[in-house]
Nanobody
Framework: VQLQASGGGLVQAGGSLRLSCAAS????????LGWFRQVPGKEREIVAA????????YYADSVKGRFTLSKDNAKNTMYLQMNSLKPEDTAVYYC????????????????WGQGTQVTVSS
């Protein structure tokens, strides 16, 4: 499956952005999906991820209550709605998919989008 992330940009603190991850070559309904982010000099970190066998979604503590992962199977697209953005949310955001594994581990993901830059100004 190929993933194409989009929707990043520059926003003021307190603002909102919605990231999109369009999939092709496979149905997102058959994958575990995740959003990660990375800043220079740091490891890629999990932001949010779907689960394999339940409707539960994992959120990192730093984004819980502010970010929402959703999917539109008809459009074969995953989204990350980001509200109440903070300067520390500034990073390159990546979407990813895996067939089966631990949904919070970057190394378990098989497919990655190209990343989209999110910059939050104070």
């Amino acid at each position: 499956v190929q993933l194409q992330a989009s929707g990043g940009g520059l926003v003021q603190a307190g603002g909102s952005l919605r990231l999109s991850c369009a999939a092709s070559g496979g149905s997102i309904s058959t994958y575990i999906l995740g959003w990660f982010r990375q800043v220079p000099g740091k490891e890629r970190e999990i932001v949010a991820a779907s689960s394999w066998r339940s409707a539960d979604t994992y959120y990192a503590d730093s984004v819980k209550g502010r970010f929402t992962l959703s999917k539109d199977n008809a459009k074969n697209t995953m989204y990350l709605q980001m509200n109440s953005l903070k300067p520390e949310d500034t990073a390159v955001y990546y979407c990813a998919a895996q067939v089966r594994g631990t949904n919070t581990r970057a190394g378990d993901y098989d497919y990655w989008g190209q990343g989209t830059q999110v910059t939050v100004s104070s």
